[in-house]
């Protein structure tokens, strides 16, 4: 069974940097594209990051240049680097995995952005 653990977030002040992990197991993570979601409150979930299983990424317009996803297939780990956080970044980020018509879901892990 997969199942996708993210960890790393936490309070930071607006302007700093964070780096969130999702790790899975099971033996499907290097065949996978990854993603990265985030929910605000009282909002729908959105797409923050994507990458591929050859590298290529793509971001959200309010992201790009701010935040940049990788992934680790020796570790079986995907990461999201956030710089220069503001306010509006404060959510609840999901990990996302996809390989053919299966899709898994990380439990969220918290990032408040306040002074």
């Known amino acids: 069974q997969v199942q996708l653990v993210g960890s790393g977030g936490g309070l930071v002040q607006p302007g700093g940097s964070l780096t969130l992990s999702c790790a899975a197991s099971?033996?499907?993570?290097?065949?996978?594209?990854l993603r990265w979601y985030r929910q605000a409150p009282g909002k729908q979930r959105e797409f923050v990051a994507f990458?591929?299983?050859?590298?290529?990424?793509n971001y959200e317009e309010s992201v790009k240049g701010r935040f940049t996803i990788s992934r680790d297939n020796a570790k079986n780990t995907m990461y999201l680097q956030m710089t220069r956080l503001k306010p509006e970044d404060t959510a609840v980020y999901y990990c996302n995995m996809i390989l053919g018509g299966d899709l898994y879901w990380g439990q969220g892990t918290q990032v408040t952005v306040s002074s």
């Open positions: 099971g033996d499907i993570f290097s065949r996978s594209t």
């Open positions: 990458i591929a299983t050859g590298g290529g990424t």
